[in-house]
């Protein structure tokens, strides 16, 4: 191959990791925004839904619930820091502190929302 060639190759590689990176940053948003949700409707649903029959549905609903935000929240974090791991092999320098800290900020929300709950 002659340098403009393998230039276009290597621009093409470059290319296609930024479109990698960026792929993982909308997923991993979007892993946080459903955490979250499912975190949020957990909680409502146990506090504001109490009159709901029998007496232990709305808690239960809402406990799962919650668990549900916290093991989606475990899940993208495991899966994103496989795409960084990959793309380090392929040498970009991409952090994974800012997933990290973001995902011990779900988890930890999740252990809050079980305690507002009142399971723990």
Known sequence: MNDQQTNMAQKSTDWAQERTRLAKERTF???????????GF???VAKLLP???PAWLATTLGIL???G????????????HEVITKL?????????WHVTLTGLL???TTIL?????GLL
């Open 65 to 67: 619930l919650i668990l």
């Open 88 to 96: 380090r092999e392929e040498g970009v320098k991409e952090p994974r």
């Open 42 to 44: 957990g909680i409502a």
């Open 113 to 117: 929302a079980l305690l507002v709950v």
């Open 29 to 39: 948003a979007a892993v946080v925004r459903t955490a979250l949700s499912l975190i």
């Open 69 to 80: 935000g916290g093991l989606i929240a475990l899940l993208g974090l495991r899966t994103t």
């Open 51 to 53: 009159d709901l029959h």
């Open 106 to 108: 779900l988890l930890t």
